[in-house]
């Protein structure tokens, strides 16, 4: 080694011994597939600004939002393999890995975010966080984005019979798969990142989403109309690898758990506004017709959908239908 190579030597181990030379950050991936104006969106910015916050030069988060780094195929084995930390699937897509979480598809199972919010607090909703774990998954929250409408490229869309013979883009959900059977419709599972040019090309006629992301993946400009059913809901599941989080530092995972907490608590306060401001903002394009619907058409839409629950009542668990129900009150 020549003269300055020992400096140089000497210099870094000195720096390391007095502590000014710092390890790199821990980079924590979290990928999505919607938009950044969503709630989803903004509460994954929201944990990386109080994860940096609470951790600093300890950890760096990336966002990837839009499916830019994982879509719906592959983000829950890029979980598993550790290529991302974190993803935050709609409760829809975890029927692979668990029954129970499907217990949110049911049609007409909660009235409103705030009963899906109250049931996901009970003890039977925070035992589903858990419900993965043995194949190597953790949930470490909820984050809402908001009931479901239902929209097609027909003018008339008030009544179950209206979508008979209609092609549906679903998300990978058997129950969601046996809602549109239901009602005489075909389902096909699809990417979310291909719905609008499924819709575009006519491959599918219509999908169900919610206001937030019908507008900010402009559905409502390749659709004619979207009814405002509000038969189900489309809420997430953050998640991680299990055995990536219980070998963190324990200080490192006790600062991501209280951003975690905080950004949940910040999207979900958010998720109900957003969803208002995109329904007025698709009114106020003009290009697709928002048909509210009379107590009456509500009620044929439920009374088409209710096979579904027996359907899956065996897998689900009644218990926990039960459980879920009481929240509506
Ligand atoms: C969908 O696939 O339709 C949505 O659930 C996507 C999302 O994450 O909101």
Do not use: C
């Not at 589903?128 to 998954?137: A, E, P, R, V």
């Amino acid at each position: 080694m020549d003269l300055k190579s020992k400096f140089v030597v000497a210099a870094v181990v000195a720096a390391l011994s007095v502590g000014t030379v710092n390890a790199a950050p821990l980079v924590i991936k979290f990928s999505h597939v919607v938009a950044e104006a969503t709630p989803k969106g903004q509460a994954a910015l929201k944990f990386k600004e109080l994860a940096e916050k609470a951790l600093p030069g300890k950890v760096q988060v990336q966002v990837f939002p839009s499916s830019q780094l994982f879509g719906d195929a592959k983000e829950m084995e890029a979980v598993l393999l550790g290529d991302v930390q974190f993803i935050a699937p709609s409760l829809s897509k975890f029927d692979r890995y668990t029954k129970k979480v499907q217990l949110f598809d049911l049609p007409f199972l909660f009235d409103d975010i705030a009963a899906v919010d109250k049931f996901q607090h009970s003890a039977d909703g925070k035992a589903l966080l858990n419900s993965m774990t043995s194949k190597g998954i953790k949930g470490l929250g909820y984050w809402h984005n908001g009931m479901k409408q239902l929209s097609t490229d027909k003018d008339k869309l008030k009544r179950p019979e209206d979508v008979k013979g209609l092609k549906f883009r679903i998300q990978a959900s058997d129950v969601l798969e046996a809602q549109f059977r239901a009602v005489g419709a075909n389902p096909q599972k699809m990417a979310f990142s291909e719905v609008y040019q499924a819709l575009q090309t006519g491959v599918v006629d219509g999908q169900e989403n919610t206001w937030s992301n019908i507008y900010s993946q402009k559905f409502y400009e390749v659709q004619k109309t979207i009814a405002q059913t509000n038969h189900g809901v489309i809420d997430y599941m953050v998640i991680t690898n299990a055995k990536w989080w219980d070998g963190l530092p324990a200080d490192i995972r006790k600062g991501l758990e209280q951003a975690m907490e905080e950004a949940t608590a910040y999207g979900n306060g958010v998720a109900n506004e957003f969803n208002e401001r995109d329904r007025k903002r698709i009114a106020e394009a003009g290009k697709a017709k928002i048909q509210e619907l009379s107590k009456d058409d509500v009620a044929a839409w439920r009374k088409a959908m209710e096979p579904v629950w027996k359907k899956f009542e065996g897998e689900i668990g009644k218990d926990l239908i039960q459980a879920a129900l009481k929240a509506n009150k």
